[in-house]
């Protein structure tokens, strides 16, 4: 399959293309059951989630179906309770800004605590048959630590720096904890199937090089060791992070995901034996067909025909995109890089 | 001066440093006037404008003033009618989402229409003596465009975007108006004293770099070769674009400012003969002295005592900034830069 391939950098016929968030809201057949369900009962049902993995891969010519949850799951069996707000904004209920307000959290047993996602799962595979690779996926250390002490979104990530300024050693402590509970899950969703796996490190991009290096990067690099062998490679992806690829790299990740901040070509210059993911701006699928083929054919010149390179978004599918320019970039991809350069 | 001196990499002997928002809520002694004034009131009473710069002169080591001003002002006079709410969030009344919107749009004499500004730049210059210079400044072309198309902040700038995809003539004409009122705006301001202008273009790094160099850059080009050779430097600051700096350095400023997304050293190796201000963290200074020392430190070995390093933040204050840790930083990089390397 040309998304496994191109993971190990294997050349292609075409582009493997698939898209981050691409099961979800600007669907109208998601918005017909999150109508009836809310966001964690959706992910919460086995069936439901299954059903709404495929929901994109029925439509368009995708290379990949990525299981649908969300990243802050494991926090309920951590200990740390969370809900949604009414506009799907989380809070988390007691924030953790402190060592001390660590007591009580605790290592998860994801495959028995995130039963209902390993059983999605399953489904997914059996449905896809070998159709298409299922991509699992988890919030990366930095990403999930910034929620739980932000206390959700937030605007200049000031609690969570200040944690680290102030405690950088409670702040390892809280990134340890998260980091084995991301080991697990990861290791849970290959048992159950999942043949990628993908950490969104979506919030790293508020943190400079200085402060990635130190307080961070071993924290990913230790989940991405664990990850190493088990079947399923891993995609990094940091958010915001094009600046200090050659740091991200460092986390040894077999691909890296690119924002779409920078060059595609300016971003493999400073990469060795890796393959890379990205990068078109998903708000370009608000454009017309014309602004989108300019777009994705800039991309594929600049990947060169290098094997390694997966199509996707520099960030996630936005609700308001329309389906049909979603059908239109997965096609421009795979027309324009099966043809010759 | 060595403000001065570093734009025109002339060595000197320590580093000169001034901070984005360094006039601002952090100080106890600006909260005070806030309290009876609002923002924009403060913004145009020429008084008050120029005792809220020199607030922070007056405590700290600072090595130039910034103007006082809101990047919102040559709107009104544009005919595109803003107030703040009380949270100090930016609306516009009718925002600008195609070309048809330009209609009663127009250019501004920032001299006349802008007199408050300029009247607060005179009586900043007089109170400063020689002490230190006076820093002017605008909005870049993009930035204001973005706030005068999303209406005000923006979460994904996708109406900007939209109206540059569907009609990048249509976009063009209004980055050509503001970029005519830019202009203006800053010569008026250098005429009135300001010794250096800065250009902030605070949302350009929600565009990746195609869109940029094709639909952003040759404005700000355009601004900055219209103030060449005016006894002023221009310094170019674009946030969130550090991955594409060889781009944002085509804009041909004297000097570039950089975010704190990219290590010192790997910035200044992508650019050439010119000055570079930046680029700490400005949530650094919510850490104890420790933190802010070793990062001090690490954008100063980075600079490696190369002529025509300014330090700063790599984006403005925030307002639970202690006022103390201001001191210990402005000290912290004169001790650091005069100390042999």
Redesign the interface.
């Known amino acids: 399959m040309r998304l496994l391939d191109a993971c190990s950098r294997v050349p292609v016929d075409a582009t493997p293309v698939w898209l981050m968030r691409q099961a979800g809201r600007y669907l109208p057949e998601y918005r017909a059951i999150r109508e009836k369900l809310s966001f964690v009962e959706m992910c919460m049902r086995p069936d439901i989630a299954a059903e709404v993995t495929l929901q994109p891969l029925r439509r368009f010519e995708l290379d990949a179906a990525i299981i649908f949850a969300d990243i802050l799951l494991p926090l309920e069996p951590m200990g740390i309770g969370f809900h949604f707000t009414p506009e799907d904004g989380p809070v988390i209920e007691k924030p953790i800004r402190s060592a001390r307000d660590l007591e009580g959290v605790h290592g998860i047993d994801a495959a028995a605590d995130l039963q209902y996602v390993m059983d999605a799962i399953r489904l997914v595979r059996h449905e896809l048959g070998g159709r298409a690779p299922l991509i699992g996926f988890s919030g990366a250390p930095f990403t999930l630590a910034s929620y739980i002490v932000e206390g959700g979104h937030s605007r ?3 609690y969570v ?2 944690f ?3 405690d950088p050693v409670g702040f390892g402590r809280l990134m340890s904890l998260i980091s084995d509970v991301v080991v697990d899950y990861l290791l849970a969703q290959i048992a159950a199937g999942a043949q990628v796996v993908q950490l969104f490190d979506s919030w790293v ?1 508020w ?5 990635y290096e130190l307080l961070v990067l071993p924290h990913v690099r230790y989940v991405i060791d664990k990850l190493k062998g088990r079947g399923a490679p891993v995609v990094y992806f940091g958010n ?5 690829l ?1 740091l991200v790299a460092k986390a040894g990740s077999e691909v890296i995901g690119v924002d ?4 595609l070509d ?1 971003a493999w210059e400073q990469l060795d034996g890796v393959a890379i993911q990205g ?3 998903p ?2 699928l ?3 067909p014309k ?1 989108i083929e ?2 994705v054919a ?1 991309i594929i010149r600049r990947a060169g025909g290098r094997p390694g390179h997966i199509f996707n978004l ?1 960030h996630g599918l ?1 609700p ?1 995109t329309p389906p049909d320019n979603v059908k239109y970039l997965v096609d421009a991809v795979h027309r324009l890089s099966a043809a010759p350069i």
């Open positions: 200049n990530y000031a720096k200040e680290m300024y102030d991009g943190l400079g090089p200085y402060d915001g992070a094009s600046a200090m050659h779409w901040r920078i060059e300016r990068n078109l701006d708000l370009t608000l454009g017309p602004a300019e777009r800039d520099g936005i308001q």
